[in-house]
């Protein structure tokens, strides 16, 4: 059988920890195949955001053209969308479909990663259609509270370390497999919480970078190629 496939429109991330790397990383520990149209190009470490490059319009509306035409994806995850016009894009063309809409508006360092016209399109046009939303509390409180059981707002869990970037890419992009295998969501959204928590715990203890290092994307038994593998 096929697996289900999913699609992520996000931004990247250089350093690896959150965005569209993440993302897809996420989906394939979760058994779902990855699809993605890359909103915005980062450029960011562990300790903050150097430069953001919004994708022009044309250029996103080509990618997710490619996407939907062809592999028809059961679930649609959002991340970091760049611009108003795309927020609208992603309402009008991906409402059919299950949505979870991560409003990601600030980083884990702290840069603001959306004007107040992004926020604006989000509650007048993204949320409203979404399937589910998954706010942390910053970005929940610049959302102005939306109300609806289709609003889980993320925090912070009982695992103690300073790896945690791109912590909601994952828990978003876990939720979003979780729901594309057929699970309802009072069932999945515990599910993706054990999976970042699991991850978490995996890499508690790493030390890449000189800021909050990258929540971890490796499977708990990854698998080393052998001397024979690499001869």
Not at 28 to 42: D, S
Not at 49 to 64: E, S
């Amino acid at each position: 059988m096929n697996p289900p496939v999913v699609l992520t429109i996000a931004g990247t991330d250089s350093s690896g920890g959150a965005g569209v790397g993440a993302d897809l990383a996420t989906f394939a520990a979760l058994g779902v195949h990855g699809t993605c149209v890359v909103a915005a190009v980062t450029a960011q470490d562990t300790t903050g955001v150097r430069a953001v490059h919004p994708i022009p319009y044309d250029v996103v509306v080509a990618q997710l053209d490619a996407v939907l035409d062809d592999l028809d994806p059961v679930a649609v995850k959002t991340g970091m969308l760049a611009t108003p016009e795309v927020v609208r894009l992603v309402a009008e063309r991906c409402a059919d479909r299950v949505l979870v809409v991560d409003p990601v508006l600030v980083a884990t360092s702290g840069a603001v990663l959306a004007s107040a016209a992004v926020v604006a399109a989000y509650r007048e046009h993204l949320l409203p259609v979404a399937t589910v939303a998954t706010p942390n509390a910053e970005e929940f409180a610049a959302l102005g509270r939306p109300g609806g059981a289709n609003v889980l707002v993320t925090r912070g869990g009982d695992i103690v370390t300073t790896n945690d970037h791109g912590t909601g890419c994952t828990h978003s992009a876990a939720l979003a497999a979780y729901l594309a295998h057929g699970v309802d969501l009072a069932t999945a959204a515990p599910l993706a919480d054990a999976f970042v928590a699991r991850q978490l715990h995996l890499g508690s203890d790493w030390t890449l970078g000189r800021g909050r290092g990258p929540v971890a994307h490796l499977l708990a038994h990854p698998h080393a190629p052998t001397q024979g593998e690499i001869a």
